[in-house]
C-alpha cells in the first residue's frame, strides 16, 4: 500500500469512527452489501487532482461516502482531508433535499461549515462567471434516477457549459443508475426542449451521469458547440444490469426503490389532472383523482414536507395503489408502462381536461398525447418509438463505460 492510500485510510478512520468512546452507530450501506464503491469514495482516484486547489462541489443530500458503520456526507469527507473546499452548488430540493419539486430554491450558507451555498434551481439555473471566480476545480456528486425529465442532469449540463466557458475543469464522481438496466420512451424532439428535457434521449436513457456527461460533450450539446474538460471517476462492480439501491431519497418524493422504479412512467401524470400521491406517504406509487369514484383504493393528500401544496390538498382521490410491485416486476419488464396513462386517460370524464401544457414538455413530443388520445394501443404507441431508440441506442454505445445489460 503506496503512501497516499495509507494517509487515506488514517484520514478516512479518523472521520467516520467517533472518539467518544463509544461504539459507533451500525447503519446498514446499500452500496457496501452490493459490493459497489461509487466514485465519490474512490478517493485514492482524484484527491491527488484537488491537492493545492480551490474547490467547489456540485451536492446534495444524496452525496454520501462512507462504511456499513457511518456514512458523512463528501463536503464533510473532503474538509477532513485538507481539501479546500470553497462553494456549494445545489440543484432542485436544495443542499439538504427537502423542497418541493419546482420550489425555488435560495442561496445561503451552511449552518455546519460557513460555506456558501449557491443555488441553481431559483433565479439561475446556470453558474455565473462571478460564481465560479476562484474556483481551480469544479466536482459533481448527485444520485440521479435514470429519467430525462429528471432535473440533476440538467443542472450538471449548464454546470459543465459554464465550466467550458470559464476553462474549469470538471470532475464527476459517478455513481450508479437504479434504472440502467432498459432505455424506453419516445425520444425528446427539440422542439420541446425545456429544463425537464434538454437532449434527444428517451425517457430512460440507461446511463449512469458520468456516462450522460460523457455524451453531452461527445455530442456537442453544450451551447456553441463547447467542450467541458471532463474527467470521470467510475464506479466500481457495477454495470447495467445491476438494481441498485439507492443510499438517501434522491427526492423528497422518492423515498423508496418502488417510487424510484415507478418514476418514468409515472412522472407523465404530472402533466394531467390525476394526482401521483403528492402529500401521501406513497408519492409516485399511487395514482387517483377525485371523480374516479367506483374505485376501492382512495387517498387524501396533506401538506407535508417536500409537497406543501400538492394537487388535491384535502380532497378524496379515487384510483390504484401500486406500491406493492416488487423489483422483480420492474426488473422482467423493463420498460415503460403506459397502460395506467391510456386507462386514466379513457375513463376521465372530460377528456378534453386530461393533459396540460406541461404533458408534451415531459413527454418530449406532441406525439405521444396524439396518440393517446387517437386510441391507439400501448403496443402501437411503442412500435412507433423503435426507429429513434435504436439510433439513439448506437449513440448510447460510445460512452459507455459499464457492461450494458443484455
Excluded at 487515506?8 to 452507530?25: D, F, N, R, V
Excluded at 420512451?185 to 440507461?206: C, N
Aim: charged share 25%; with cysteine.
Amino acid at each position: 500500500m503506496n503512501s497516499v492510500k495509507i494517509f487515506l485510510l488514517l484520514q478516512w478512520c479518523a472521520g467516520c469512527i467517533s472518539c467518544s468512546g463509544t461504539s459507533p452507530e451500525v447503519k446498514e450501506n446499500p452500496s457496501a452489501v452490493q459490493g459497489v464503491v461509487a466514485g465519490a469514495e474512490r478517493f485514492d482516484q482524484y484527491l491527488e487532482k484537488l491537492k493545492g486547489k480551490n474547490v467547489g462541489l456540485m451536492v446534495n443530500q444524496t452525496s454520501l461516502v462512507g462504511t456499513p458503520y457511518k456514512e458523512t456526507h463528501l463536503v464533510d469527507s473532503l474538509l477532513k482531508l485538507n481539501v479546500a473546499v470553497k462553494k456549494i452548488f445545489t440543484p432542485e430540493h436544495g443542499f439538504r433535499g427537502t423542497a418541493d419539486a419546482g420550489e425555488k430554491i435560495k442561496s445561503g450558507v451552511d449552518d455546519k461549515t460557513g460555506l456558501a451555498i449557491i443555488s441553481l434551481y431559483g433565479s439561475k439555473k446556470k453558474p455565473a462567471e462571478e460564481d465560479l471566480s476562484g474556483m481551480d476545480v469544479m466536482i459533481f456528486d448527485i444520485q440521479d434516477v435514470g429519467a430525462r425529465f429528471y432535473t440533476y442532469i440538467s443542472t450538471m449540463h449548464y454546470m459543465m457549459e459554464a465550466c467550458a466557458e470559464n476553462k474549469i475543469p470538471l470532475i464527476i464522481l459517478d455513481r450508479p443508475n437504479p434504472n440502467g438496466f432498459y432505455v424506453d420512451g419516445p425520444v425528446l424532439d427539440t422542439a420541446f426542449r425545456s429544463f425537464v428535457g434538454m437532449h434527444p434521449v428517451p425517457i430512460v436513457h440507461g446511463m449512469t451521469v458520468g456516462e450522460y456527461a460523457k455524451m453531452i460533450n461527445g455530442e456537442k450539446w453544450l451551447n456553441g458547440g463547447v467542450q467541458c474538460e471532463l474527467t470521470v471517476i467510475p464506479c466500481l462492480n457495477y454495470d447495467h444490469s445491476t438494481l441498485y439501491k439507492v443510499r438517501a431519497k434522491p427526492s423528497p418524493n422518492l423515498p423508496n426503490m418502488t417510487a424510484i422504479y415507478l418514476y418514468p412512467s409515472l412522472c407523465l401524470f404530472e402533466g394531467t389532472a390525476v394526482s401521483l400521491g403528492r402529500g401521501t406517504d406513497k408519492p409516485f406509487q399511487i395514482i387517483g383523482y377525485p371523480e374516479f369514484q367506483n374505485q376501492v383504493f382512495a387517498f387524501t393528500p396533506q401538506s407535508v414536507e417536500g409537497a406543501k401544496e400538492p394537487p388535491y390538498k384535502g380532497i378524496a382521490c379515487y384510483g390504484v395503489d401500486l406500491s406493492n410491485l416488487q423489483r422483480d416486476y420492474f426488473r422482467q419488464r423493463k420498460s415503460l408502462n403506459l397502460e395506467w396513462l391510456i386507462e386514466f386517460y379513457q375513463k376521465y370524464p372530460a377528456r378534453e381536461k386530461f393533459f396540460t401544457l406541461f404533458f408534451e414538455k415531459l413527454a418530449g413530443t406532441d406525439e405521444l398525447r396524439e396518440q393517446i388520445e387517437e386510441g391507439k394501443t400501448e403496443e402501437q404507441i411503442r412500435y412507433s418509438w423503435q426507429p429513434a431508440l435504436e439510433k439513439f441506442k448506437m449513440v448510447r454505445r460510445k460512452y459507455l463505460l459499464y457492461k450494458d445489460f443484455e
